[in-house]
């Protein structure tokens, strides 16, 4: 399988304090990788560090060029598409204005229009001219997802999707999280929730300390209660 990410010996730091320590990770085309850990273990810092948001050390390569250093909208023009945990919608435009907002100007190929988005979440279509500030907070989530996809990236880091989602609209971001993959579309996803990243992953990645603990299928993960109550259980 090739390689779409390859992150090598990365290290980032917030000020002085050193929060990744020579972290490696990899992604290939059309694989769904879930990266776990409990909060504050550097999850989200490394998916920032590689979109550009957080200065880092090391290496990350996306389609097997170096992009470590390059600023943020540089990258998601090579097709690395990210969304927040706090989702950074624009709350004054409707729903469907920020949508337009994600499409790449000048690309007609794409693989997701208007449409797919409505036909995958309905609720979107129904809310589509709603301020997208007054949106709930599942809806802003289906939003946000679906804003990044039509900036038709080749793959997408997705931080904490279903942070403080009912259990209804969870299942359906698992459902998108499976339509990316059907579309070739590649997914790092950082997630607490076990059971939906071992549901849906091909790997899985364990974070403690800065540090990958743990590298394998959710199959193995399964089976390593060790791993899974040091690093994992609350």
Not at 39 to 48: A, H, Q
Not at 161 to 172: D, F, M, Q, S
Not at 209 to 229: M, N, S, Y
Request: include cysteine.
């Amino acid at each position: 399988m090739t390689d779409l990410l390859d992150i090598r010996g990365l290290h980032a730091y917030y000020g002085k304090s050193h929060v990744l320590h020579g972290v490696d990770l990899r992604v290939g085309a059309g694989e769904i990788v879930s990266l776990l850990g409990r909060n504050g273990v550097g999850r989200s810092t490394l998916v920032k560090a590689a979109m550009g948001q957080v200065s880092a050390t090391g290496s990350v390569r996306f389609k097997g060029a170096e992009i470590l250093g390059l600023k943020a909208f540089q990258i998601a023009h090579l097709g690395l598409g990210y969304v927040p945990e706090n989702r950074d919608i624009f709350a004054t435009l409707t729903a469907e204005q920020n949508l337009i907002l994600g499409q790449k100007k000048n690309v007609q190929s794409g693989r997701w229009r208007l449409d797919d988005m409505y036909a995958m979440f309905p609720r979107l279509q129904e809310r589509r001219q709603v301020a997208a500030g007054v949106l709930s907070g599942g809806e802003q989530q289906m939003l946000t997802l679906c804003r990044s996809l039509m900036g038709d990236p080749d793959l997408i880091m997705i931080d904490e999707p279903t942070e403080g989602l009912a259990p209804k609209i969870v299942a359906l971001v698992a459902q998108y999280l499976q339509a990316l993959k059907e579309k070739g579309v590649s997914v790092l996803l950082v997630e607490q929730k076990l059971a939906i990243a071992l549901d849906i992953s091909q790997r899985v990645y364990v974070m403690g300390h800065g540090a990958i603990v743990f590298e394998g299928t959710p199959q193995q993960l399964r089976a390593d209660a060790a791993v899974r109550k040091e690093w994992l259980e609350v």
